[in-house]
């Protein structure tokens, strides 16, 4: 059984830039959410797709956006890059149902906004 | 408002001692889930126990036990016999609607050999 990977793993842009990460997720699991989190922060919730939709969504603009594709794997977009992007972002997957929904993390991609 | 709360920033402990990291948590839901997770320097969170709000015993697993106080709103986890492995960042979680964790500051624990 193969956990959640992510790609990649660090990455250096620039103000105003674009970025694409990747996530793939565990074996059996429908539903991908996205995690931010800032140096010495606990992680923030982004959005969680499941079926190729996004079904939820925290408190964060719309330059952030992603999509989840039909094996169940995600992208994250941000647009616009600004300074305050700079933070590890985690993904996680889980499957839909009944009982504890335990989320299970990669080890995320590391973003620094210059 | 659902929030969780984690107000040690940092713990130490002696190796082979147990240890307390306290986590309180505010929400109105009456079905609510409560999650530990311990993070690495490499990143990862680490899935370490779950409690539903409606079990009726604490949660175990191996190590690590989870002191659930309902009525005083608290989850703290217990770490019994501490392992230099053991010292990382740990993160208390909690379900809200949709399936998203709402996660607290962390514990940094260190421990000494």
């Known amino acids: 059984e193969t956990g959640v990977t992510q790609s990649p793993t660090h990455l250096i842009k620039t103000r105003g830039q674009q970025v694409t990460l990747r996530c793939s997720s565990q074996s059996g699991h429908n539903t991908v959410s996205w995690y931010q989190q800032a140096l010495g922060q606990g992680p923030q919730f982004i959005f969680q797709y499941y079926r190729e939709e996004e079904n939820g969504r925290g408190n964060f603009p719309p330059r952030f956006s992603g999509l989840q594709f039909p094996n169940y794997s995600s992208e994250l977009n941000v647009n616009a890059l600004e300074l305050d992007d700079s933070a590890l972002y985690l993904c996680?997957?889980?499957?839909?149902?009944?009982?504890?929904?335990?989320?299970?993390f990669g080890a995320g991609s590391r973003l620094t906004v210059l | 408002a659902q929030k969780i709360t984690q107000t040690q920033p940092g713990m130490f402990v002696q190796e082979k001692e147990a240890v307390t990291l306290d986590c309180t948590y505010d929400?109105?839901?009456?079905?609510?889930?409560l999650f530990w997770y311990k993070q690495p320097s490499s990143g990862e969170m680490i899935f370490l126990i779950y409690?539903?709000?409606?079990?009726?015993q604490n949660a175990t697993e191996g190590r690590y036990s989870l002191n659930f106080q309902k009525a005083r709103k608290s989850a703290n986890l217990v770490i019994s016999a501490s392992q230099l492995g053991d010292s990382a960042m740990y993160f208390c979680?909690?379900?809200?609607?949709?399936?998203?964790?709402?996660f607290g500051q962390g514990t940094e624990l260190s421990v000494k050999p």
């Open positions: 996680a997957s889980s499957s839909q149902g009944a009982g504890a929904n335990v989320l299970t």
């Open positions: 409690q539903g709000s409606y079990d009726q």
């Open positions: 979680a909690m379900r809200a609607r949709g399936g998203k964790l709402i």
């Open positions: 929400t109105s839901d009456p079905s609510y889930g």
